[in-house]
């Protein structure tokens, strides 16, 4: 996510509203310390968006998961099985 300066802002506020509006958020600062986040309307707060679990049901673990590359990685470390 980009930093503006205000004064930046202020010039070329008409870009970057087009920008938000199209899911390109960004942060408008003054003297280097960001103040605001500017974001399109429609778009999700943080608390909205769901992280957990996103890819359920998309691929499956197989049952020997934890064993998988026992014997090839115990001979890296030469033990051998």
């Known amino acids: 996510?980009?930093?503006?300066?205000?004064h930046e802002a202020k010039t070329h506020l008409s870009r970057l509203v087009e920008l938000a509006?199209?899911?390109d958020s960004f942060i408008i600062a003054k003297a280097g310390k960001p103040l605001v986040k500017v974001t399109a309307l429609n778009s999700p707060e943080p608390a909205q968006m769901?992280?957990?679990g996103f890819l359920a049901g998309q691929f499956q673990v197989p049952d020997d998961f934890d064993v998988m590359g026992a014997n090839?990685?115990?001979h890296l470390f030469g033990v051998d099985k």
């Open 50 to 52: 769901k992280r957990t």
């Open 1 to 6: 996510m980009q930093t503006i300066n205000i």
């Open 21 to 23: 509006a199209k899911g």
């Open 72 to 74: 090839e990685i115990a």
